[in-house]
């Protein structure tokens, strides 16, 4: 987890130094392990300025506590849109996904949970895509031509 933040923080490091990238614009998008790592992540990167976690929440078993995203995710300011299945069986929602959802840093108007009658990563894709580029256009602005 540690090199995985540090990864992110070297490839946030290349984007912001090429002209074509907006630096100020950066969105995180974790899927399953990617979103339940995203609290780590987001907590020690202010760059990201918002962050989508998909099928994601804690995970339930007991981690060392420099790695734990229960003690990173309370530290987390970035706007976060998760987006879940009532049904999975990797991160269950009343168990895992919205503690993780009620533990994140944000204010309430900062955070959005939104559930789908579906399991693990399957998710109906176009009211994902809907749901993720309203979130990171209210976030980050429409995308300019």
């Given at each position: ?28 998008l974790g899927m ?30 007991y981690d060392l ?15 976060v849109l998760m ?63």
């Amino acid at each position: 987890v540690i090199m995985w933040s540090k990864d992110l923080g070297r490839s946030l490091d290349s984007l912001q130094s090429r002209k074509d990238i907006d630096g100020t614009r950066i969105a995180y998008l974790g899927m399953s392990l990617g979103g339940a790592i995203g609290a780590d992540v987001l907590a020690v990167e202010s760059r990201i300025k918002a962050a989508i976690f998909s099928s994601s929440g804690f995970y339930l078993r007991y981690d060392l506590p420099e790695v734990d995203v229960l003690n990173f995710a309370p530290h987390v300011k970035t706007p976060v849109l998760m987006l879940n299945g009532r049904y999975d069986y990797q991160f269950p929602l009343d168990a895992s996904t919205r503690p993780l959802f009620h533990f994140l840093g944000p204010p309430d108007h900062d955070k959005k949970l939104v559930v789908y009658e579906t399991g693990h990563g399957d998710l109906p894709h176009r009211d994902e895509v809907r749901e993720t580029l309203d979130w990171l256009d209210k976030y980050l602005g429409r995308v300019r031509h």
